[in-house]
T-cell receptor, first 116, second 111 residues
């Protein structure tokens, strides 16, 4: 069974440029998550989707970040414009929602963003 | 709010040594607890989990027991190998599907 797929794996851009990350979750998983992992820290949730609906985006900086999950499968996370402080690893995870929401999340390899 | 605190790394051990990585949490209610491992250049992988008090999660020789009285979920392994070198993250999931992670503990095992 294929895992969570993310692309690109690495991205280097100059500040003020736009950037987009793509995630394909595990087949059949209805919940998709985007996490931000700064160097030397644990991941922090940016946004969570249940099917097409963003049910938790409280930590997403909406002035420059946006996300979408069309058709409830693939998802794209965008930053426009990027700032130096956005350099980090962006992780995508998916899960099959169970009652209570404490379901196992499967992570992709992440996209390492470097903003120069 | 909910939080997870792990012992700081890096932890450096010789092969076959005993490993303990401490993890404590703060949460309302009854969270599920997890240990994830991140090998160099790879994504996070679930190592083990426990969903209620006194549960013991185990996998690949690693163990952790959900201790509600001490709000802890310490990771242990009796004999580490070089291949166990990685970053280990303790995490909790209280409600709504949001995982809250500790800062991670880097483990380096020398032959």
């Amino acid at each position: 069974e294929a895992g969570v797929v993310q692309s690109p794996r690495y991205k280097i851009i100059e500040k003020k440029q736009p950037v987009a990350f793509w995630c394909n979750p595990i087949s059949g998983h209805n919940t998709l998550y985007w996490y931000l992992q700064n160097l030397g820290q644990g991941p922090e949730l940016l946004i969570r989707y249940e099917n097409e609906e963003a049910v938790d985006d409280s930590q997403l900086p909406k002035d420059r970040f946006s996300a979408e999950r069309l058709k409830g499968v693939d998802s794209t996370l965008k930053i426009q414009p990027a700032e130096l402080g956005d350099s980090a690893v962006y992780l995508c995870a998916s899960s099959l929602s169970l009652a209570g929401g404490r379901n196992e999340q499967f992570f992709g390899p992440g996209t390492r963003l470097t903003v120069l | 709010g909910d939080s997870v605190t792990q012992m700081e790394g890096p932890v450096t051990l010789s092969e076959e040594a005993f490993l303990t990585i401490n993890c404590t949490y703060t949460a309302t209610g009854y969270p599920s607890l997890f240990w994830y491992v991140q090998y160099p250049g790879e994504g996070l992988q679930l190592l083990l989990k426990a969903t209620k008090a006194d549960d013991k999660g185990s996998n690949k020789g690693f163990e952790a027991t959900y201790r509600k009285e001490t709000t802890s979920f310490h990771l242990e392994k009796g004999s580490v190998q070089v291949s166990d070198s990685a970053v280990y993250f303790c995490a909790l999931n209280n409600q709504g599907g949001k995982l809250i992670f500790g800062q991670g503990t880097e483990l380096s095992v020398k032959p």
